[in-house]
C-alpha cells in the first residue's frame, strides 16, 4: 500500500528507512530519517498503520515545511497469520511478553511485501534496524548497500562482542561475583546476572538472534545514535573489532527543536505540554527528579507501591510516569492525592524530551534503555540507574563507571523479559528514598557530578551543529552513499 511519493530525480539519493517496531527503536529512527531528508535526500520510511499513526503529525509538518522530500510506504502487518491481536504492531503494544516470538515472526513475514517494494522503488540504500535482518538479503538481490542500526552505544556493542568471544563468564564461581570484560579501551567488570542473553532465554529468540548476527556479514555500515566525543575509544574499538564504517550521529532527538515535536515526539503524550511546563515552571531549578522506565517495562504493582512510596519518603518534587494499565490500584491513587502539588504522575505516554529540557529537572531514576541516557546526556541531568534488561546494564556501566553521572539503585539482577510482575518489589521504598534524597541533595559530590553532566552535555549538543562530529557524520554517511550510488551508476545497473 502506498503512501504519497514524490517523483524520484536520477541524481538525487534515494534511501530507504526500515524502522523496526519498539519505541526505543522506532523514535530515534524516524529521527534519523528526518535528518537526513533536510539534506536534501530522498528518504522513505518503511512501516505498517498503527505506527504510522503514531508519527504521522511529524510527517505532516515536515511536508509542510515545504523542503523536504520524506516518505512513507506502509505493509500490512500479519498480525492474524502470526496469531497477535488485531492492531498489535509494536512490541509495546504485546498483550503479553509471551507473544514476543509471534511478534518476531510477523515481522519476518514481512520479507515479501520490503522485497516488492525495492525492486519496485531501487532506492540506493536501506537503512536498518537490526531486528529486520532479511533487509541484508534484499540489500543482497538488489546489489544495494544495508546500513544497520543497533540502537544502542559503541560502549555496549563492544562489551557485547568481548563477552561473546571471549567468553569471560566460564569459571566465574556465581552469577553475582564480578568479572572482568578482556579486549576492551577500559577496564570493564560485569557480571553474569548483567549479561542480556539471559533475560529473553524463555521466549525461543535465540533462531531470530542467529538472524540478526548473520545479517550483520552482508552489512556495509553501522549508524549510531551517539556521539563521538563521549565515547571516542569505543567508536574507534568497535570501528575495529567489526571491520565496518561507523557513523556517529547523535543525539538524533535534538532535531526536535519545538515544543509540539518533542511533546509529541514517539508517541501522543498523556498529558496536554502546557500543563505540564506550567508545573515544571512552578519549580525551583534542578529540583525536580523525573522517573521513567521506558516503553517496554512492566513492574508488578507492589514495586510500583514501593517507588511512590520511597519518592513520597524523600520529599523531592517529582514526575513519575507510569505505563498504561500500570498502577490502577488504591495505593497508588491515594498516594498521588497526598502528593498533590509535589509530585505529578503521567499515566500513558510522557513527553520525555520536553520534560529532561527543562531547567526544573535535575536527576532522572532510568531504566537505562539508551535513548533515554543520551536525551539525559544531552540535557545535562545526572541519573539514578535502574537497570531492567537487555544491554541496559551495561548502558548503566557506562554511566556510573565510566561517565560518572549518577548513583546506581542498586539491582544486581535483571527481570526476565514477561516475568516482570513475578519478580515482586525488588527495590524497597527505604532505598529508593535514600538514593533520591541523596541525588536530589546539594552535596558536594552532587555538585561536582552536575557540575560533570553538565560538561558532557556540551559536546553533545554541538555535535548536532554546523562544524559538530555528528553533523559531519552525516554528510560523510550521504557522500559515501552517492560514490556508491555513482559508481552503480557508471557500471551501469
Ligand atoms: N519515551 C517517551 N515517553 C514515554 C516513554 C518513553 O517519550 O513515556 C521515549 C524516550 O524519550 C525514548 C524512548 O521513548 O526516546 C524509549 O527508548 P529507551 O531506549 O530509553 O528505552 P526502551 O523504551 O527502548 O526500553
Sequence with gaps: MAEKTAPHNQQQLHVFFFPFMSPGHQIPMLDMARLVATRGVKTTIVTTPCNFSRFQSFIDRDRQSGNVDINVHILKFPSDTAGLPQNCENLDSLPSRLLSNS???????????????????????????????????????????RIVFHGTCCFSLCVTDSVSKYKPYEGVS????????????????ITTSEMP??????????????????????????????????????????????GKKIWTVGPVSLCNEKDVDMAERGNKASIDKDHCLAWLDSKEPNSVIYISFGSLCAFAES?????????EASNCSFIWVIKDGFGDGLAIQDLEERVKGRGLVIRGWAPQLLILNHLAVGGFMTHCGWNSVLEALSSGVPMITWPLFGEQFYNANFVLKQLKIGFGIGVDTGLKWGEEEQAGALVKRSRVAAVVSRLMGGSESVKEMRERANRISKPARSAMSEGGSSHGNFDLLIEDLLALKQERLAKGE
Excluded at 131 to 144: E, F, L, S, V
Aim: negative net charge; aromatic residues 14%.
Design 103 to 145: 511478534f518476531s515472526r510477523a515481522v519476518m513475514m514481512l520479507q515479501p511485501q520490503g522485497d516488492d517494494l525495492v525492486c519496485q522503488y531501487r532506492p540506493d540504500a536501506i537503512i536498518s534496524d537490526l531486528n529486520i535482518p532479511w533487509t541484508a538479503q534484499i540489500a543482497k538481490k538488489y546489489d544495494i548497500p
Design 174 to 189: 556465581n552469577d553475582w561475583m564480578p568479572f572482568l570484560v578482556p579486549g576492551l579501551p577500559d577496564r570493564v567488570h
Design 197 to 242: 542473553g539471559r533475560f529473553f532465554r524463555n521466549l525461543g529468540l535465540q533462531e531470530f538472534f542467529i538472524q540478526f548476527v548473520e545479517a550483520e556479514r552482508n552489512t556495509y555500515g553501522v549508524v549510531a545514535n551517539s556521539v563521538y566525543e563521549i565515547e571516542p575509544e569505543y567508536v574507534e574499538h568497535y570501528k575495529k573489532i567489526s
Design 303 to 311: 514495586q510500583l507501591v514501593e517507588i511512590g512510596l520511597g519518592l
